[in-house]
Every structure is written in structure tokens, then in C-alpha cells.
């Protein structure tokens, strides 16, 4: 790996998954396989730099340590859920499937699910390719961002298990014939947001970002466009997801008019509020 710039090795690994996905989506009809490796492939791609680096820039042992916790926190909760099971595709890709012509979709699936988010995995690793230009000791910023990236990663993580705890709660209420009310989740941290996370989520490649500014010295480097095409994607994934949110419980209007959408936010009163709580 010494005589191939770790970008090189990256991309040849961005070709291989995208082939890898897109093949596996044509063979299964299941188009969740970006999704399967989505907590996985960044992990590789920050580590290869810190190999290359001989694994003596401490810089890019942080990141690559605690983008490794990120990875293994997020396949844990992707598995728990069934991601990985066979028939585990993600419910969105199925409602849009219906709603668009077939030939338009596996157009959609090519560009967008495989090729466009494919790459965006590799854009929003690239804070290691500055760190790997540019290597110096750690200082105290380093030292800050390390600490709110683990802040992040606890806060997503406590998102993530009160989600799961009231979906295994609706399961056993419906279970034993009672209709589970209230039918969404709007307490915990779901209180201050209605997807805290997405915000925990998107600050973690946002503050990677940051110690690759921290190593070249500046905030002016090119691979912000990772974070900020991350946070254009969750925009997307936010809308749809909300709009189907909205045709299941016509109470989440509600939910929405209280709610900060992204950015944990105190809460705005309005009208209906007992009501949108009883569902």
C-alpha cells in the first residue's frame, strides 16, 4: 500500500461496492444493499489512510478510532432491526418503487441508491485525506472535537434505543389486541426533535470534517462537500419520510407544528397538543 496513494486504494474500493450493491439489487429485487454496507465502507475507507500513514499520525488514529465506534454502533442498531435479514429492505424504497414507473426506478437505483450514495460514503471519509496531507501532533482542538463527536455518538445512540424501545412496545400492545396510542414517538429526545437521529447522525461527519481542517489549518478545504451533501441527503430522506408519516397518523401535523424538525429546540405550544398525545 506504500507505493498506491490510500485515495487510489479508496476509490478502487468505491468501484468494487458500487458494482457489489447494484449486481446484488438486480439478483434479490431487494434495493437496501447501500444501506447494508453504509456503516461498514467508511470505516474502511479512514482506515486505509491511517495504514498508509504507517499508523504513526495520531491525528488520523483518532478519527479512524472513532469512526470504527460510529460504524459498530450503527451496524448493532441496523442488525437489530432486520436490516440484514433477508427481506429487511428498507419500507421507503418500497413505497417509492410502487409509486414510480419500473424502468424509471432501476434508473433511480443505478444513479441515486448505488452510485450517488456510494460515493457520498466516500466523500464524507475524505476529512482523512487532509489529515493524512497534512500531519502534525494533536492539540486541544483535536481534543474537543474527539469529545463532541463522542457526545454525538451517545446522543444518536439514546435516540436510537428510545426509538427501539417504543417500536417493541407498539409490537407488544398490538399483540395483545390493543391499538398502541400514542401511534409515533414524542417523548425522550423526541420531544425536542423529531428526528434528533438524523441531527446526531449528521453532526458526527460534520465534526470529522473539522479535524481536517484542524490539521491543514484552515476551514477552506474542498471535502466539505461530504457533510454538506450528507445533510442535503438527510433533508430528502426527512421530507419523504415525513410525508408518509403524515398519510399513516394524521396527528403528526400536529407533532410537526410543536417540534423542532432537526436541531433539539424547546417545544412551541399550539392547539391540539392533548389531543395529537392520545393519537
Not at 458500487?18 to 434495493?31: K, P
Not at 457533510?227 to 438527510?234: K, N, R
Request: charged share 15%; hydrophobic share 50%; proline share 5%.
Amino acid at each position: 500500500m506504500t507505493h498506491v496513494a490510500p485515495l487510489h486504494v479508496d476509490f478502487w474500493i468505491l468501484i468494487g461496492v458500487c458494482a457489489l450493491t447494484w449486481v446484488l439489487s438486480l439478483i434479490t429485487r431487494e434495493h437496501s444493499w447501500v444501506d447494508r454496507i453504509w456503516s461498514i465502507v467508511p470505516v474502511v475507507y479512514v482506515w486505509v489512510f491511517a495504514a498508509e500513514a504507517g499508523l504513526d499520525n495520531p491525528r488520523l488514529l483518532l478519527m479512524a478510532g472513532l469512526v470504527t465506534l460510529w460504524g459498530i454502533r450503527l451496524t448493532f442498531n441496523f442488525a437489530r432491526k432486520g436490516g440484514y435479514a433477508r427481506g429487511g429492505e428498507d419500507y421507503r424504497w418500497a413505497i417509492l418503487r410502487a409509486r414510480m414507473p419500473r424502468p424509471l426506478f432501476e434508473v433511480f437505483n443505478l444513479l441515486f441508491i448505488v452510485c450517488y450514495q456510494n460515493v457520498l460514503l466516500l466523500l464524507i471519509s475524505l476529512p482523512a485525506y487532509t489529515a493524512w496531507r497534512h500531519p502534525s501532533a494533536l492539540n486541544a482542538l483535536d481534543w474537543i472535537l474527539a469529545a463532541a463527536f463522542l457526545a454525538a455518538l451517545v446522543g444518536e445512540t439514546v435516540a436510537d434505543q428510545q426509538q427501539w424501545n417504543f417500536q417493541q412496545w407498539k409490537k407488544s400492545e398490538r399483540a395483545a389486541g390493543r391499538d398502541p396510542r400514542p401511534r409515533f414517538l414524542q417523548t425522550g429526545l423526541f420531544r425536542f426533535s423529531r428526528h434528533p437521529n438524523f441531527f446526531f447522525e449528521q453532526s458526527q461527519w460534520w465534526l470529522l470534517f473539522f479535524f481536517g481542517c484542524v490539521a491543514a489549518g484552515s476551514l477552506w478545504q474542498w471535502t466539505v462537500i461530504g457533510p454538506a451533501l450528507l445533510t442535503v441527503l438527510f433533508i430528502g430522506s426527512t421530507r419523504m419520510t415525513e410525508q408518509i408519516s403524515r398519510e399513516r397518523y394524521p396527528e403528526y401535523a400536529g407533532y410537526q407544528a410543536r417540534v423542532s424538525a432537526l436541531v433539539p429546540w424547546f417545544r412551541r405550544r399550539g392547539s391540539g397538543e392533548d389531543l395529537a398525545q392520545l393519537g
